[in-house]
Structure formats: structure tokens, C-alpha cells
């Protein structure tokens, strides 16, 4: 009998395909990196968010903190030191636009510092400061809610994605201030699981750096009776307040408020089209046909977005429950979704909640690997392809994957209630 020689197949299911879309993503990832400072483009669309908080340290240092929230000022900052970077001409239409800072006088306090450094040193040095915090604390995060029965070995194979995920390089690129975010919600998680309420509250103050990702938050600790997480809030919020008001006076803060008003109905520098809320859904819907429809589908998807919440907080898990943890991994998809301020960077809040629920396996495995490639893939294929909606089709990716973890979270908790049942 004649030896048969063995067929040749591929088993594709047995494949690891998660490692190749990785280093593709990585690879990407480094040559736009390296293309953008060679080319020397600095500030002319990435790290205009640094360019903002460092115009407004410079300002504060030199004319005090009531003076950083006057667009006038900022305007001149930003535009002279975009000329002497040959970012922009004299006569460049560009150089009257301005990038706002809607902060609390109290999170401006270090770029007061770092304003004595010039520019493009001080974005490195920022930069590189927040990438060591962001990889620190995710290892000690992880390290401290990791499970008995879990290797840290298999937690620290999360960082990977993580830190290749849209939100944290549009963050670093940017020269953003969402690495706050991220500790200040694992620090939130971390001392509720471990009982400790007020700390938890106490965190949780740190996110008025966006005070918008807190208009959910709030009124659910208190339909939930967190009281002690609550009185947390309360005093570290009012620490960031009477400090900012310090800083600031009452002419800063009334500066600021009329700043955020103005935020609301939008100004230049917003790009509403590429938030990933229903705010951009609605806009770029009236800009493609031509229409007011998109007012209507804006208001329609918030009030199914807060049904949604409903069904999700009505089983009122106890503090620092596994089910506590989804439930606030859900609020958070939600207030990114109705929230009318809301950028692909600001998402990084979402991730000590769901490194938590991958730990615990308590959502499917895919939910965080798919938040994590989802929006690169899809920047990378666009890229690539040349389209010119590339940045429509980012925003879309991001707003849908805050849906699906809202709706990943409902399902977990209808789960849980009719186990009980």
C-alpha cells in the first residue's frame, strides 16, 4: 500500500487571531508616530489640547488664574506661539480660532509649572508623565483587584490592548488630561469593593475635571442611598471648588460658566461631528441630508439611553458588589452616549471597570479586546483606503461600542436577577 502523504490544512479556528491584529495595530500606531515628528507637525491638529492648558498656565502665571478663561487671551498665547513654531502664518485664517479650557481653576495648577517649560518640551514631558502614571497605576490596579484564583501574569496581558485602544493614544497624542479620569474611577471602584465609602466618594470628585461625566453618576448614588459615597463627593468637591474659587474669584468662575454655556450651543473648536455621543449622531445627520431630523433622533436616543439605565440601577446591587461594579460600568456607557460633551479620549474613564469585569470574567472576554481594536481597526482601514469620512466612521465606531457595553451590562444584571428567581 502506497504511503498517502497528509493533506494539507488550516484549522483557522484554532488560530490566535487577537496576536496579529495587535502588532498590526502597534505597527500602525509607531509609523504614524514617527511620520508625525519627523515632519515636525506639532500642534497643528494633535496636541492642541496641551497647547490649550499650557497658554492657559502661561496666562495664569502672568496675569492670574480670572484671566485663563477670556478667549481673547488665549487667542494671542496660542496664536503667537504657533508662529514662532511655523505652525501657522500671520495671515493664516486658522490663527483666529481658539482652544478653550473649561476647567476648574484647581486642575490648571500644574500647567502653571509646566508653562515655564517651552512648548514642545513641556508636551514630551507631559506626555511621558502620563504614560508612566497610566502604566503604573493599571499594574498596581491590577495587582490589587485581581482574583484569588487568578495570575497576574494572565492581568497584565490586558495592558496590551488597553494601551493600544483609541481613547489612551488619542489621549497621549492630544496632550489630554484623561489619565486623571482613569485613576480617579479605579480609585472609586477600588475603595468601594473594599468598603470604603467615603474614599470611594472622595475619588469620585476627581472627575470634575469633566464635570460632565458626573450628570448620571450623581443622582443614581443617590437613588441607590450610597450616603457615605456621597458625603466622599461632597468634600472633595467642595475642596476643588473653594480652591478654584481661591485661585480664580468670582469673576473666574462666572468667566467659566458663561464658557461652558457657550460650549453648549458649540463653538469652533468643539467638532461635535466627532464626539461618540448622540449629540454627533444628530449633527452629522443633519449636515449629510440637509435637515432638522437629527434634533428629533438626538432626543429620541437620549430617553431610551436613561430607560435603558432604569431597567439597569432598579436591582440596586450593594456597594462594591461584582454587580455594583457592572451597573457602574453601564452608567458610565451611558453618560459618554447623552452627555453633549463627549470625545473618544474621555472613554478611558471606562477602563478600570472593565479590566475589573475581564478579571472577574463577569462580561464575555470579547467585550474588552473588541473596545480596545474596534476603532483602530477601523481608523487603520480607513486611513488606508483614503476615505474621506474617516473621522465619521471613528466617532460611529466609538458611540456604538458604548452601546454595546450599556446593553453587555443590562444583560449581565437580568442575569443576576433571574438567578435570584
Known sequence: MKNMKPKLSLNFKHINW???????????????????VVNGSFFSIYGRDYLAYWSAGKIADQKGYSKIYDLNNLRSVQTQELESLGVLSKTDESSTLVIPVPYFSFFVLP??????IDLVNG?????????????????????????????????????IPILISYPVIHNL???????????????FIRNAVRKKSILSGLWLGGLLVKPQLLILIIPIILIMRNWKVLMGFVASSGIILVTSLILSGSAGIKALINLWTRYSVGIATNSPEVMINWRMVGVNLNNLLNTSLGWVIIGLGMVLTILALYFLIKQNPPLGSPSWVITMLGVFSATLAITWHAHQHMAMVLIPFLVYASLHKLLPEK????????????WIGMAIGGASFTGLAVA?????LNLVILFSTMQFTNNCYLEQY
Open 123 to 159: 508636551y514630551w514631558l507631559w506626555t511621558i508623565l502620563n504614560l508612566i502614571i497610566l502604566i503604573g497605576y493599571l499594574v498596581f490596579f491590577l495587582r490589587r483587584m485581581l482574583p484569588e484564583s487568578g495570575t497576574i501574569v494572565n492581568g497584565l496581558k490586558l495592558l
Open 173 to 187: 497624542i492630544f496632550g489630554q488630561v484623561n489619565v486623571l479620569l482613569l485613576v480617579c474611577a479605579g480609585e
Open 396 to 400: 460611529f465606531s466609538g458611540f456604538a
Open 367 to 378: 467585550i474588552l479586546f473588541s473596545w480596545a481594536i474596534v476603532t483602530p481597526v477601523v
Open 18 to 36: 487577537k496576536i496579529p491584529i495587535l502588532v498590526v495595530i502597534v505597527c500602525f500606531n509607531l509609523i504614524f508616530i514617527i511620520v508625525w
Open 111 to 116: 500647567f502653571q509649572i509646566l508653562s515655564k
